[in-house]
Nanobody, 124 residues
Framework: QVQLVESGGGSVQAGGSLRLSCAAS????????MGWFRQAPGKEREGIST???????RYADSVKGRFTISQDNAKNTLYLQMNSLKPEDTAMYYC??????????????????WGQGTQVTVSS
């Protein structure tokens, strides 16, 4: 049974930092690409970063230069380091896994498994 469990969310002031974690289990972690998504109330889900099996990383323009995706294959864990947080970063953050992912017009796609999310709130 595939499980993705996010943690590390919380409340922070603008300019602050948070590190999200996503613990994966129930599948061979290294065979899947991983990604982070977020969804704010009343808005569509936004794909913000992905990391592929070969280590290639990609970022949405909205977070480029502020967020860093990484993973520890030995721990089956995905991370998202978020720096210089802004109020507009407030959202529920989700991790996801996909065997073969792609970016289409700036949107990461083809993820099969999803976590339950962790809330990030940035105050001004």
């Amino acid at each position: 049974q595939v499980q993705l469990v996010e943690s590390g969310g919380g409340s922070v002031q603008a300019g602050g930092s948070l590190r999200l974690s996503c613990a994966a289990s129930g599948y061979t972690y290294t065979r899947y690409c991983m990604g982070w998504f977020r969804q704010a109330p009343g808005k569509e889900r936004e794909g913000i970063s992905t990391i592929e099996n070969n280590g290639r990383t990609r970022y949405a323009d909205s977070v480029k230069g502020r967020f860093t995706i990484s993973q520890d294959n030995a721990k089956n864990t995905l991370y998202l380091q978020m720096n210089s947080l802004k109020p507009e970063d407030t959202a529920m953050y989700y991790c996801a896994a996909g065997a073969y992912i792609r970016w289409v017009r700036g949107v990461p796609q083809d993820f099969q498994y999803w976590g339950q999310g962790t809330q990030v709130t940035v105050s001004s």
